[in-house]
């Protein structure tokens, strides 16, 4: 499933996260799924939110430089090797993962992943038919 995927670029310095969140919060946004990377000036906190359009508004309302970008939802079967079992079903079909990061979910049996490929519609092509690509879109936006 294709997902919307809120980047906002962050000072690195004690307190800025906290206050990404406060605004998220005060405008009843939820987060689903929150990646933060680092480097030694600022920071990049990737996040899958339950509504990605307002988010950049008042985030960017308050200062915070963000976009919005496309990426991909996958279930994982939540046992031993349903990581790779998944994975390959992308790789063998020549998609390569830039990064992924764990979302919140309740699907029994499952562990939901967001995915950043090159071109998002056509691994969503992909893995559509597939158990990894049966999400209820509920499931990702908490809606």
Known sequence: MLVKQVSAFIENKAGRLSEIADTLAENH?????????????YGIARMILSDPERAVKVLKDSGV???????????????????????????DSG?????????????????????????????????????SGEINPKEIYRI
């Open 65 to 91: 430089i963000c976009k919005i970008t496309t990426t991909l939802a996958i279930a994982i079967d939540d046992v031993p090797g349903g990581f790779a079992k998944a994975l390959h079903i992308l790789t």
């Open 29 to 41: 946004i939820d987060i689903s799924a929150l990646s933060l990377a680092d480097t030694a000036e």
């Open 95 to 131: 998609i390569e993962v830039k990064y992924m990061y764990a979302c919140i979910g309740h699907t029994t049996g499952k562990a939901l992943m967001i995915v950043s490929v090159d071109d998002p519609e056509i691994a969503e092509s992909i893995i559509k038919n597939t158990a």
